[in-house]
């Protein structure tokens, strides 16, 4: 008997449940309201397209497992996307100091456009899965309480399924969805600090080529808003310049007050580096970065049939570069599920939404435990939890600014590899309690080439 999945919304999330049911379904359906690009273009659909996105290490890994049959990691860097190491591709600033940069392993992260991403993981899915692509809308759920049979698309077209997976995004109308066909008092929760992202799109001057991915983050202890910037290396010998504001300092979208913005960040380095580039684009200003959770895990009741992953179940600040990767590994626990039971399995359904759970939860408790310091936020206030973590979180942020030990835990822990526990092993522990073995580098810690490079493009 034949088996179809249908998958609402395709993308990220949405293609990587695909590529997770394609080995136990005779049949995978993705919706989505977009025509598919041919390339890699940007779409409607993704309100964050045009800004940064990192594919962190454990991210990649999970994708890694959906494609057995292929080299995830080979395949972006064939599309364009730049390999860098945490450990010596990266100049950072945090609250606690600048990082020092070592001459040792540490996990990696890719970078390009969003759209890139989209386009090279669609091509996997195309062409190592029989998964079609359709145009069109899902309005509502088939099924009951129970037992979810479908989709109605486009208020008119029923679509029978085995299994449901909405990964439509941000945007997600399942609530609703479930609320109408009996299911309710489903639980959630919005933080919102009102940042607000500005990108521009730079040519990398020549010389530059190599020069090392450069963030300044926020600071959330200072009670006042919080400000960060990033230049990241993406495809086509381009600078993605991403600014972040919380509520009260949200970055301009003119050109003039752009580059300002940069130069007022907690260090000059992002406006000196950019002044004296040349800007390829406008500048995209989006609104839309809340972090969002729906504790589908929670519900009294769940029916068979039907699950939700990525944004349609929590969504997060983007200045974390979590939620890829957090799709990701939804995706991955689907997979696990569906290949040990079946797709149609009694229970399952409830099983991958309390995994998925887990997954989101550290990447939540991440997000806003430092969302609630900013004086502004909207949704909450530090609670002794959030303190608690963000005492220990600067102390072995501290130890990190000197210390390869203290680094590599805060590495893995941004990778999200090894699990929330990482953080509290005895050696992670050991690390924050002896702090930083060298002193924080007092100033960016570039290397004498890197320095002649923002030499020659400071125009300030």
């Known amino acids: 008997m034949s088996r179809r999945a249908v998958v609402i919304g395709a993308g990220m999330g949405g293609l990587l449940a695909a590529a997770a049911l394609s080995t136990t379904v005779d049949e995978v359906t993705v919706l989505d309201r977009d025509a598919m690009p041919e390339g890699p273009e940007?779409?409607?659909?993704?309100?964050?397209?045009?800004?940064?996105?990192?594919?962190?290490?454990?991210?990649?890994?999970?994708?890694?497992?959906?494609?057995?049959?292929?080299?995830?990691?080979?395949?972006?860097?064939?599309?364009?996307?730049?390999?860098?190491?945490?450990?010596?591709?990266?100049?950072?600033?945090?609250?606690?100091?600048?990082?020092?940069?070592?001459?040792?392993?540490?996990?990696h992260l890719l970078t390009c456009s969003r759209a890139l991403l989209d386009w090279a993981v669609r091509d996997l899915v195309t062409t190592h899965t029989a998964t079609t692509f359709h145009q069109g809308?899902?309005?509502?759920?088939?099924?009951?309480?129970?037992?979810?049979?479908?989709?109605?698309?486009?208020?008119?077209t029923h679509l029978p399924a085995d299994l449901v997976v909405d990964a439509s995004g941000r945007g997600s109308r399942t609530t609703t969805w479930l609320s109408e066909v009996g299911i309710s008092h489903i639980r959630e929760r919005t933080v919102d600090s009102g940042l607000v992202n500005a990108t521009r799109v730079y040519r990398v001057p020549p010389g530059a080529e190599r020069f090392p991915l450069t963030v300044v983050h926020a600071n959330p202890h200072l009670s006042r808003p919080g400000r960060s910037g990033m230049v990241l290396p993406i495809e086509g010998d381009r600078w993605m310049v991403s600014l972040a504001g919380t509520r009260g300092a949200e970055p301009p979208a003119d050109p003039d007050g752009f580059l300002r913005y940069t130069l007022d960040l907690p260090d000059p380095i992002v406006g000196r580096l950019i002044s004296g580039a040349e800007p390829l684009t406008g500048v995209h200003v989006s609104r839309s970065t809340s972090n969002v959770r729906r504790y589908f895990e929670k519900a009294p009741r769940w029916p068979e049939g039907f699950v939700a992953l990525g944004d349609a179940v929590a969504t997060f600040n983007p200045a974390y570069g979590q939620g890829m990767s957090v799709a990701a590994l939804g995706a991955q626990t689907l997979a696990?599920?569906?290949?040990?039971?079946?797709?149609?399995?009694?229970?399952?359904?409830?099983?991958?939404?309390?995994?998925?759970?887990?997954?989101?939860?550290?990447?939540?408790?991440?997000a806003v435990s430092q969302d609630v310091l900013y004086p502004a936020t909207l949704g909450g206030h530090p609670r002794p939890a959030d303190r608690l973590i963000t005492a220990y979180s600067r102390r072995l942020m501290h130890a990190a600014t000197g210390s390869y030990k203290a680094a590599s835990v805060v590495w893995d822990a941004m990778s999200?590899?090894?699990?929330?526990?990482?953080?509290?092993?005895?050696?992670?522990?050991?690390?924050?309690?002896?702090?930083?073995?060298?002193?924080?580098?007092?100033?960016?810690p570039l290397t004498p080439g890197e320095r002649k490079v923002l030499a020659a493009l400071d125009r300030t």
């Open 416 to 444: 999200m590899r090894g699990g929330p526990t990482r953080v509290l092993h005895p050696d992670a522990l050991l690390a924050a309690l002896t702090g930083p073995l060298l002193g924080p580098p007092t100033e960016a």
């Open 137 to 156: 809308t899902v309005t509502s759920l088939l099924g009951t309480a129970d037992r979810v049979t479908g989709v109605v698309v486009d208020d008119s």
């Open 336 to 366: 696990h599920e569906v290949r040990h039971s079946g797709p149609a399995a009694p229970g399952l359904s409830r099983r991958v939404q309390r995994g998925v759970a887990r997954s989101v939860e550290t990447a939540w408790s991440a």
């Open 42 to 107: 940007h779409r409607r659909g993704v309100p964050q397209g045009r800004h940064a996105h990192l594919l962190l290490a454990g991210g990649l890994d999970a994708i890694g497992s959906l494609f057995p049959d292929a080299d995830v990691r080979k395949h972006l860097l064939a599309a364009g996307a730049h390999e860098i190491s945490l450990s010596s591709g990266v100049v950072a600033l945090t609250p606690e100091g600048w990082l020092h940069r070592w001459r040792r392993p540490g996990p």
